[in-house]
């Protein structure tokens, strides 16, 4: 059974202040992983995918890297807006090309305060 | 990205009605799959929606009470039957193109009462 973990639950920084949040995941046979934005009220917004260990992406202040058992989303000099719940699911393959869909963790609520 | 639209955005019903849930993709997807987000839980996947053919569901959810159909590439509805207070949820679709990625439509908020 697919598992994906995060830590840590909830996080408050200080505008400016860098951290890292911690996806531990186990699958069998890793399609991807993916990092989601939430903001209430709304539906996940993508925000990376990652698919081979060794694999980084960046975007703006945020940037994603992943090992063969977990991932990380590290954030730099946050600011208020990038106060939201951080999602991360993985995706095993199917025989045939097709995919399976996501399991996801319970997420990592991030408070940036001004 | 792929813009994904639901129907209804939100909804109070009566315990013991059904309701139906739109999802409409704006570009060809491989896979579309609905999903389930409790309140103040993450998402759990509910069933992927096979064009044409039966949905294929997880663990814990059955079509009796969530039937699915998908009778084209880019639309799908959700049917939650008979419903309780335990399920009030938001409840969410998805679509995913092989090589891109997966994308989520802004839900529907049920509260069932």
């Known amino acids: 059974e697919d598992q994906v973990t995060q830590s840590p639950e909830a996080l408050r920084l200080q505008e400016g202040e860098s951290s890292s949040l911690n996806c531990s995941y186990t699958?069998?046979?890793?399609?991807?992983l993916f990092w989601y934005r939430q903001d209430p009220g709304k539906g996940p917004e993508f925000l990376f995918t990652?698919?081979?260990a060794g694999e980084e992406k960046e975007k703006e202040r945020l940037k994603a890297t992943l090992t063969k058992k977990e991932s990380f989303l590290h954030i730099t000099a946050p600011k208020p807006e990038d106060s939201a719940t951080y999602l991360c699911?993985?995706?095993?393959?199917?025989?045939?090309?097709?995919?399976?869909?996501?399991?996801f963790g319970k997420g990592t609520h991030l408070i940036i305060q001004p | 990205s792929a813009v994904i639209s639901q129907k209804p955005s939100r909804d109070i019903c009566q315990r013991g009605t059904s309701l139906t849930i739109q999802c409409q993709v704006d570009?060809?997807?491989?896979?579309m799959f609905w999903y389930r987000q409790q309140p103040g839980q993450s998402l759990t996947l509910i069933a992927t929606?096979?064009?044409?053919?039966?949905?294929?569901?997880e663990s814990g959810f059955v079509i009796d009470k969530f039937p699915i159909s998908r009778p084209n590439l880019t639309f799908s509805t959700l049917t939650v039957s008979n419903m309780s207070p335990e399920d009030s949820s938001i409840y969410l679709c998805?679509?995913?193109?092989?090589?891109?990625?997966?994308?989520f439509g802004p839900g529907t908020r049920l509260l069932v009462l």
């Open positions: 699911a993985v995706q095993a393959g199917r025989a045939g090309g097709g995919a399976d869909g996501l399991t």
């Open positions: 699958v069998s046979g890793l399609r991807g």
């Open positions: 990652l698919y081979s």
């Open positions: 570009s060809q997807v491989t896979m």
């Open positions: 929606a096979n064009q044409g053919s039966e949905a294929t569901y």
């Open positions: 998805s679509g995913y193109r092989a090589g891109k990625t997966q994308y």
